[in-house]
């Protein structure tokens, strides 16, 4: 490749990066979030930054999110990455396996404030 060739190139490359930076929504073409088991949403979509959010957060373990249970046991070394939360969670408690909404904060605030670090105040998850 000559010179030239090569400045265009990482030019069309720069332009391509911003377009895409600029055309992002505020939550993100990462959000992986699956809402459609709720219908309607009351709220907007929480921000979760999928990989962003996991390296920053230090989680490697997949199963701390994506966990599979047998007989009401958790079970190591296996995880459930490709289900969605809904897949198994319905809107409704079932038995020990909670709703949902309840998962997900279940989840995502139980470890926050566990941690004392993330977000624990609805309207920094949850923002317009
Ligand atoms: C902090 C919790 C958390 C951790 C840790 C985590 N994930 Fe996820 N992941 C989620 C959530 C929440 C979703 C969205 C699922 C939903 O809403 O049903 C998701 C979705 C996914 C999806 C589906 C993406 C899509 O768009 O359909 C894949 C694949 C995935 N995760 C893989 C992984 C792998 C691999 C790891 C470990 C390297 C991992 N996740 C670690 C929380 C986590
Ligand atoms: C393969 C089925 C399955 C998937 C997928 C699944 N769960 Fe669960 N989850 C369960 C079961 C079963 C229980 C009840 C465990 C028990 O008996 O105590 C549970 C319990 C929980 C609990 C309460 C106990 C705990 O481990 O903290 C939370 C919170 C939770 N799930 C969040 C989530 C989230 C968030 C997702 C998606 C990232 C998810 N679950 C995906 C089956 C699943
Ligand atoms: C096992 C622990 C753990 C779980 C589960 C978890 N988080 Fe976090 N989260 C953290 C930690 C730790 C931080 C602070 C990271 C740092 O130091 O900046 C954080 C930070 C955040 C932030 C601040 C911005 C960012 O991306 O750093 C948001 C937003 C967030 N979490 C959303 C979520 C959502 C939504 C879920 C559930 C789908 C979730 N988190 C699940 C540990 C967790
Ligand atoms: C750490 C982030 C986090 C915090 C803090 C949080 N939520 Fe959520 N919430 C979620 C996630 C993730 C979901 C599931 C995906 C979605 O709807 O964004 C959810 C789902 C919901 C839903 C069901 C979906 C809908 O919009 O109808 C409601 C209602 C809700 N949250 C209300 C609240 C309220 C009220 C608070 C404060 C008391 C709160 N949340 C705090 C992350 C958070």
């Not at 996991?54 to 373990?61: F, P, R």
């Not at 289900?83 to 396996?97: E, I, N, T, V, Y």
């Amino acid at each position: 490749m000559t010179r030239r060739h090569h400045a265009l190139w990482l030019g069309a490359l720069l332009g391509g990066m911003v377009l895409a930076l600029c055309s992002a929504p505020a939550w993100s073409e990462d959000t992986v979030l699956k809402t459609e088991a709720f219908g309607t949403l009351r709220r907007p979509v929480a921000i979760f930054d999928h990989d962003t959010h996991n390296e920053k957060a230090g989680l490697d373990d997949c199963a701390i999110c994506h966990h599979v249970y047998q007989d009401g046991k958790l079970v190591k070394d296996s995880s459930s990455e490709d289900q969605a939360c809904s897949d198994c969670h319905a809107l409704k408690r079932q038995g020990r396996q909670p709703g949902l909404r309840e998962a997900y904060h279940g989840a995502c605030v139980g470890c926050h404030k566990s941690k004392g670090k993330g977000p624990v105040a609805c309207g920094q998850c949850h923002q317009r």
